[in-house]
């Protein structure tokens, strides 16, 4: 018998490519793509939500050959689960639009490096033929 003290919420409830059949549970405007357990667990984060258990084993039941695990949380009393979903959500856009601009940002200090140390190294090489 399931915990009626606690919500699971699996990655597939947000995840656009998936049907309402195979575990979307909010509309397609409030959903990203191939949402992960760790944006999840940013995204609960952010909305100050507690107590959270990770399962990453776990599979959701109608996509059970992927196991992209779960995150149970405390029931919170006075709003439904649906309304959670929603914010959680639109909170995954965020989370996943920071993820996107941290990534980009190592990259181009990445190419940075790359572009000095190419620069650094040809004026050694500079340097070198100088002293002979």
């Known amino acids: 018998m399931p915990d009626l003290e606690n919500w699971i919420i699996y990655p597939e409830y947000f995840d656009y490519r998936l049907s309402r059949r195979l575990g979307r549970k909010v509309r397609l ?3 990203i793509k191939s949402p992960s357990l760790e944006e999840l667990h940013e995204a609960l984060k952010l909305l100050k939500i507690g107590g959270m258990i990770i399962e990453k084993d776990k599979a959701h039941p109608a996509n059970w ?3 992209k695990g779960r995150i ?3 029931k919170i009393p006075g ?3 649906h309304s959670l979903l929603i914010e959680i959500a ?3 856009k ?3 639009t920071k993820l996107l601009r941290k990534k980009k940002l190592k990259e181009i200090e990445t ?3 790359r572009k000095k140390a190419g620069v650094e190294r040809y004026l050694e090489r ?3 033929k100088k002293k002979k």
């Open 111 to 113: 190419k940075k490096k």
């Open 29 to 31: 405007e409030y959903c």
């Open 90 to 92: 639109k909170t995954l």
């Open 79 to 81: 709003k439904s689960k």
């Open 94 to 96: 965020i989370v996943r």
């Open 72 to 74: 149970i949380i405390p």
């Open 126 to 128: 500079i340097m070198q």
């Open 65 to 67: 050959f992927e196991k």
